[in-house]
C-alpha cells in the first residue's frame, strides 16, 4: 500500500489505519476485561463481500456502539468466532469500514475529530441541531457521500438518530436502501447504556454483560417495497419495534426512562 494512499474522501489509509490500531488498543478490555461482549454472528461477517454493506443497528451510546463493531468486525474478517480474544486482528483492519454520525458530534473536539477520521460520514441531521428541534431538508451531498461509501466499502448506521430506545427510524434510512440497493444486515446491541455513559467514552458500572447479535441480511425487495413496509421490516429487525415494549415489564421499563432522565446530554 502507497505510504499516502487515500480513500474516497480524502483521508490517508496509512494514518487511518494507525488511527484504528491505536484506538483499538486503547478500548479493547473495556469490551474485554472490565465488562464482557458477548458476540453472536461472526460467521455472517465472514461471509458479506468487500463493498456495499450496510449494517443497520439500535444505539445505546455515541461511540462505544460503533467502536464495539469495529472490533468484532475486524475480529471476525481474521477468523475468530464470536470472540474478540487476541487484539492481533487489528494489524491489518479493514479499512472501507465507515459509520454515519452527525456532523456537529464529529466537529465538537479533537478527540471527535479523530473518530471523524477513523472512518465516519458526517451528515447534518434534519430534525435536530445544537440541542433544538429543527426541520429542514436532507442536504443531497450527505446522500452522496453514503452513497460514495457504499460502493467503497462497508457502513454502519443508526437510523433512530438517538440513544433513546425505541423511537421511531427515520425514514431517510428506507431512501437509502432503496437508492443504493445494499446488503443490508441487522445488528442488535444491549448492555452499552449500562457499561457506559451517553458519549460511551466513560466507563460508568463494570462487570456488565454487552451483547451482539449480527442477523442474517434481510430479504428487501428494493423495486417494489414502499420505504414504510422497509422501515417496519427494519425497526422488527433491530428489536425496536413498539411491539417490542410488550415483552418488556413495567418495571424494566421505568428504569430504562429514569435511567435516560439522569444520563448527561
Do not use: C
Amino acid at each position: 500500500m502507497s505510504l499516502f494512499k487515500r480513500n474516497p474522501f480524502g483521508h490517508i489509509l496509512f494514518l487511518k489505519k494507525w488511527l484504528i490500531r491505536i484506538m483499538a488498543l486503547i478500548t479493547h478490555q473495556r469490551y474485554k476485561r472490565f465488562n464482557k461482549l458477548e458476540i453472536e454472528g461472526s460467521d455472517i461477517i465472514r461471509n458479506l463481500p468487500g463493498e456495499n454493506v450496510l449494517f443497520v443497528s439500535n444505539h445505546q451510546t455515541y461511540f462505544a456502539d460503533v467502536v464495539a463493531m469495529f472490533h468484532v468486525f475486524n475480529a471476525s474478517l481474521s477468523g475468530r468466532e464470536n470472540t474478540i480474544k487476541n487484539l492481533g486482528y487489528i494489524w491489518k483492519p479493514k479499512l472501507n469500514m465507515y459509520y454515519i454520525a452527525a456532523a456537529e458530534t464529529m466537529k465538537k473536539n479533537l478527540l471527535t475529530k479523530v473518530f471523524a477520521y477513523a472512518g465516519s460520514i458526517s451528515v447534518e441531521r434534519t430534525w435536530r441541531s445544537e440541542g433544538k428541534d429543527v426541520n429542514r431538508q436532507v442536504k443531497m451531498s450527505d446522500i452522496s457521500s453514503i452513497g460514495k461509501a457504499l460502493n467503497d466499502g462497508w457502513v454502519i448506521t443508526f437510523p433512530q438518530g438517538t440513544t433513546t430506545p425505541w423511537k421511531p427510524l427515520r425514514k431517510g434510512t428506507s431512501h437509502i436502501i432503496k437508492k443504493y440497493k445494499p446488503i443490508v444486515v441487522p445488528v442488535v446491541i444491549d448492555g452499552f447504556r449500562r457499561s457506559f455513559d451517553k458519549k460511551g467514552l466513560r466507563i460508568k458500572k463494570k462487570g456488565i454483560l454487552q451483547s451482539m447479535v449480527i442477523k442474517e441480511p434481510l430479504e428487501i425487495d428494493y423495486e417494489n417495497e414502499s420505504f414504510d413496509s422497509i422501515i417496519e421490516k427494519l425497526e422488527y429487525a433491530i428489536e425496536q419495534h413498539p411491539s417490542f415494549l410488550k415483552v418488556i415489564s413495567k418495571k424494566d421499563l421505568m428504569a430504562i426512562e429514569e435511567e435516560n432522565k439522569q444520563r448527561e446530554f
